[in-house]
Nanobody, 119 residues
Framework: QVQLVESGGGLVQAGGSLRLSCAAS????????MGWFRQAPGKEREFVAR????????DYSDSVKGRFTISRDNAKNTVYLQMNSLKPEDTAVYYC????????????WGQGTLVTVSS
């Protein structure tokens, strides 16, 4: 059974930084494309970033490009999201997700971790 567990969320002031982690189990982690999504109150879930199996390729939404960095450690079955220069509009529940094939729908999701950015 695939399990994704996010951690690292919390309260931070605008301009600050946080690093989210997502620990994966129950899957051959290095065979999975990984992504981060977020859902703000009253809004739909949106894509934040994704990283390829090897970590050699990544993509970002325009809203976080240049501020957030996705990375992974396949030896630790963990994907990270380093978030810098945080803004109040980054406040959301952040979810990690896994998919076996890049381009397909993500088929495994974590429970989410809350990030709150105060102004």
């Amino acid at each position: 059974q695939v399990q994704l567990v996010e951690s690292g969320g919390g309260l931070v002031q605008a301009g600050g930084s946080l690093r989210l982690s997502c620990a994966a189990s129950g899957l051959a982690f290095s065979w999975y494309d990984m992504g981060w999504f977020r859902q703000a109150p009253g809004k739909e879930r949106e894509f934040v970033a994704r990283i390829s199996r090897s970590g050699g390729n990544s993509d970002y939404s325009d809203s976080v490009k240049g501020r957030f960095t996705i990375s992974r450690d396949n030896a630790k079955n963990t994907v990270y999201l380093q978030m810098n220069s945080l803004k109040p509009e980054d406040t959301a529940v952040y979810y990690c997700a896994a998919r076996r094939i890049a381009g397909n729908e993500y088929d495994s999701w974590g429970q989410g971790t809350l990030v709150t950015v105060s102004s």
